[in-house]
């Protein structure tokens, strides 16, 4: 795949996003209704601010988890291929998962795996 290739398909993905843009503006009413700007949750009408801050623990956690999913992620094309690399395969997922384990430490003494 060659530089051309690379062009030839930004550019469609450009023209594909704006073509798709244009088209929602052009065929769209738009109506000026005030009840279209409100939050709408579970058809409960609200009456305070929609914007509240959340604890960032649950942040925290949600990252963690996918840290530790993008974990999964790499060690499924190791695992086919282990016996094709034989010793040097096994060090390097050992240091992997040790540097993973090691943030996982990190994080529990920090309190970031503590559910709110």
Known sequence: MGAFSLIVLTLAAVLFSAGGILAGRLFNKG?????????????????????HQFNVGYYLFALLFLIFD??????????????????????????????????????HKKGALKWM
């Not at 209704?33 to 914007?51: A, L």
């Not at 190791?78 to 390097?92: D, F, P, Y």
């Open 31 to 51: 109506s000026k209704n005030p009840q279209k700007g409100q939050p709408y949750e579970c058809g409960i009408p609200t009456n305070t601010s929609p914007w």
């Open 70 to 107: 993008v974990e999964l992620i790499f060690m499924y094309p190791w695992a086919v291929v282990v016996k094709k690399i034989g010793i040097t395969a096994l060090v390097e997922i050992g240091i992997f998962i040790f540097i993973l384990f090691m943030g996982f430490l990190y994080a």
